[in-house]
């Protein structure tokens, strides 16, 4: 049967328990003309080896598997017929990423871009799951079975307050269905019933479990003591602190750089960007510019360690640390493959997360896939910290407040002055089962180089 | 040293038409030989472009002898073919672009995609779908016997095995109850000389399978199992002997498995001379020969025949194309069956 | 309305049926001139003829394969495994060919198995056991478990009729021990429908077959108001009714006379908490055999089956949870 349109020649499966083959023969070339059932290729398998008949007649269009190639079974190895098109399945793209959430201000609050705060603190994306746990209980056990937190929610009435008499003086159904037809108190439940919904998949951070059970067993709070229930976001960043401090050997390395080449040529782009392109070239921006061309030289900062292998990445998908509104958490969106975009690509990425972060409109895949972190501690003056590693990820890059400080520089006859300079101290802090400190140390010196000699060309 | 009889091979015309066919009814036999093996090799073809899926198996050379038995069935008597015997399928009437849909797994084949290769039947023309399980369908059969003569009906049922599968208990507590009972059933055992990979001597220790008929009461006949006119004529003998009350037969038809267990499998284990010696004495060809010396069989016909299979077998593969593939949501339906099922052809 | 043995029930029934169809027929060993082991088929064949009610060589295949092709030629046969325990020897049949020939085929098989079943009486490891678990977990088979005369009668000719293969466990412990009125003419008891043996308000015990008087004495040790449920078909069981049961008393006692681990208690447990999990007041409890073969010595059967003192001390348990 001639074809119009293009038919795909598969990879057959010769034998139930089969599930590859390889390529012995082809036949034919692109470009030659085939019968059906004409033999194409020969293949051998782990049962037999034989000869394919083409499904069709027509032009080879396409041959996609070389001999001695082993593909799967249903895998297409050719085309027939068809527009000659190249059946590229390459993924990689650098398809809009999750745009960049503003990491809080790296613009340093205090002196050098007075007014230039980006709105630091953005709202949680994601819905928060409202504290879910059931109220303590006061006499004896504090279990409440399914069905009387279910009754107790359908009256609003707080188990708590019903006398009980199942074991260890636990509240039974008939023990609540008797109180509530003895015309018991109805309150005002502070906690809403059983725990049925989970936290919201964006709320934790990358890798951050689910909220655990609700705790069985709180206590009172002592006397000057307040008690209030730990939000699904606020557990999960504990379990996800605890685990990274468990699992990672976590150094950190310093440095100071010189920002003031970044500094004045922020001042060139600032007004130029933001006219044509409608976007502020923030200093968070050179940073993760600067950042992701340094990885390229380190790639084990980019790096992972999974069981007994070491993970390099061709990739940066690089997280920014956004702090949420009045500091009840962070969040850390992905900007997905880094490593394709130049100044001004890094800047529209890095404003286009902020924003969504602020509009709640982070996706679960926003939130996941990160291969560095950068962050800012710095946002308020602090000029150093110890950032925690994002799990499964091997460093964490830290940025600081711009200081103008009095400066040791040498002109090019070797003398000595002082002068006024803008320097920021920069953090890495890396797993030190993976990385050593003389490679981080060599990492901080190159990305400082590249951000102490920013050129006007460079983008 | 033997017990069971030796057949005689197929004679002349005449002893067909003693037999009980006439010119018309051989060729008709003829066809069916060469829809069969069409609807094989094309399913081969279709298995190694990819579409059909899971494993296929054929009974290349054993055409004669499925044609030879089905041809010797009465129109109500039933039958438990297995998988070498598509000619028994092709023979009682199933279309080809159904048994095509059922290799594809589309949702028209006769088991609507639940099952596949030849686990297939129509219980209209009096088939039942094998099972994996082999010969877990003989002692079926030998129920569908045992309901004939609780009704005393002149009816027969025709049980399957190969020589491998009568190794189970299967065989032996099937053919010992038919014996016994002295039921209208007749048993076929395809000797094809290879159970996979296993040959004859590590299957048995007899000298024929049919040589056991004895030890239940009934007498064993082996046939050339590539001769269909002999393969007729006994098998209609032992049918129409059971159907006038005179108990089973055990009819061993001896063949070679000309490919593979399945077509994944080049049977590097077979003696490279035993298949030339068995591919001169190939069923198609023999019988063809014996149309044209002894029916005179004239090019014309020869060719309008070759011209009608050839025109049968394409537009089945197209129509079977054509056929959906099933519907997941349909994945548990007839689980069980309702009373409406029971409307069958064998339940008025 | 006469009253009636379990195992005169059973009879009855099957000979209803055998007058009003013909296609009905009985296979299976010593069923004829010996009337059936237990002498449920006692006087039979001189009624029906040696043709109707088939003694079978010793073979549960030539059984289970002979009715399976019988039937799908258009009979009706009732087939028996002269013990429950022999039909490991009938399995292919009943699994590879019967239950399925229906879903792939588009075939019925419509027969009955008749499996007289379950222990009590030191039959041993090969005499006693209740395999209704193995094929309710077999999709195309239907399971019935009747425990008192009156469902045994009316869900053996419910077999008889339906289009489907159906397995009849018949407690063995209860063919002469247990009697009740049963009415004389001819009546169904639908498959997939449970029974309440008797109603309550605090605790529910699910159970099927010879537990049932099992857990009635049990419920008269325990000051509570006990409902049990019959569920007298296994395989469709009825979800509704133990479902209904679990809601209105939130504590269940699952019981049945089969091993624990895998025993089809298991299943009805996991459904309730699937299902009722808002409604439970108590964990799912279950009591049923430990898990090895059946014992033959007094002593150790009973340690062995489930024993009214077990069962009420399960009852307490959770009474008082």
Redesign the interface.
Known sequence: MATGTAVD????????S?SEGTITKWSKQVGDHIEA?ETLLEIS?D?????????ASGVISEILVSEGQTVD??TVLARIGGEAGAAAAAPAEAAAPPEPAQAAAPEPATQAAAGESEAAATELAAPLAQPAQPVAQENGKSFV??????IASEHGIDPAQVPGT??GGRV??KDIQAFIEAGGQQQAAPAQT?PTQAPAPQAPPQAAPQAPAPSREPQAPGSGETLEPMTAMRRGIADHMRRSLDTSAHVTSAIEVDMSKVVAIRQKLKKEYGAAYGVNPTYLSFIARATVETLRDYPWVNGEIRGDQIVSKSFVNLGFAVELTDGKGLIVPVVKNAETLNLLGMAKAIADVAKRARDKQLTPDDVTGGSFTITNPGGYGTFHGTPVISQPQAGILGTYAIVKRPWVITDDNGADAIAIRSIMNLTLTYDHRLVDGAYAGRFLRDLRERLQTWGEADY | MAIARQAEPSGSLDEARDAGLDREDLFQIYRNMLVTRGVEERGHILYRQGKIPGSFYTGRGNEAAAVGVASAMGNDDVGTPLHRDMGVHITRGVEPWRIFAQYMGRADGPTHGKDGNVHMADANLGLLAMVSHLPAMLPVAVGCALAFRIREEKRVAVAWSGEGAMARGDAHEGMNFAGVRRLPVVFICDNNQWAYSTPTHLEYAVEHLADRAQAYGFDGVVVDGTDVLAVYREAKRAIEKARAGGGPTLIECQTLRMEGHAVHDDAFYVPKELFERWAERDPIERYRTWLRENAEMRDEEEEEITAHVKKLLSDALQRADESPQPDPATLTDGVYATPEDLDTPHHK | MAEKTYLQAISDGLRQEMRRDKRVFVLGEDVGVYGGAFKVTLGFQEEFGAWRVIDAPLSETAIMGGATGAAIMGLRPVAEMQFADFVSCAWDHLVTVAAKQRWRAGTPVPIVLRLPSGGGFSGGPFHSQNPESSFAHIPGLKCVCPATPEDAKGLITAAIEDPNPVLFFEHKHLYRRIKGEVPDDRYVTPIGKARIHQEGDDVSVITWGAMVYTAEEAAKQVDASVEIVDLRTIMPWDRQAVLDSARKTSKVLVLHEDTRTGGFGAEIAATIAEEAFEDLDAPVKRIAAPDCPVPFSPVLEKAFIPQVDDVARGLKELISY
């Open positions: 020649v598969v990879m057959p499966q010769m034998g139930v089969v059932d398998t049962k037999v080896d034989t000869e394919v008949p083409s499904p079974v249903g079975s399914p069905v009387v937190a279910r199942g074991s039974t159904k059983v």
